[in-house]
């Protein structure tokens, strides 16, 4: 049986102390997605571009848009997405909050950036057949959008 338990990640090949807090790790992360809205072609840059669109950081911009005034997005915008993804507000309630909360709050987004690329990994559409899954076979369950992940250690 596998381990259900979070697979232990070197943080260190992600630039990231041992256990970073949860709003550095935030941080670190939305300097990437923002890189990637700038720098990184359209495959990378357009489902940040949806993500911001979807919690309503830019309502007013079309895709299209938001894709042609790219560079005028900034580190703020991206922080608010990460908040509102993760249920709060507004990015400054979020890191008056966030370091209260568990770390793997934030696997979706260690996932994100192939924090567990070492491990083996099993896709399933929904949560009840992940749970049925993991009850027989273990593994460790990352809710990624309506999809979970089982990384298997």
Sequence with gaps: MWSTTPPVIDCS?????????NTTFLRRYARQLLRDIRQAPASRALPVLRRLITQKVTPELLLQ???????????????????????YPAWERCKMEIDRQPV?????YRLDMGMYADYQQNWFANRASADAWQA???????????????VLQ
């Design 13 to 21: 090949r992600y630039g990231l102390n041992k256990a970073p807090e």
């Design 65 to 87: 848009d938001l894709y042609a005034v790219r560079d005028s997005i900034q580190l703020k915008h991206v922080l608010h997405m990460l908040a509102r993804e993760l249920g």
């Design 136 to 150: 027989e076979h273990g593994g460790y369950l990352i809710q990624y959008g309506q999809q979970v992940v089982a």
């Design 104 to 108: 793997s709050m934030l696997d979706r």
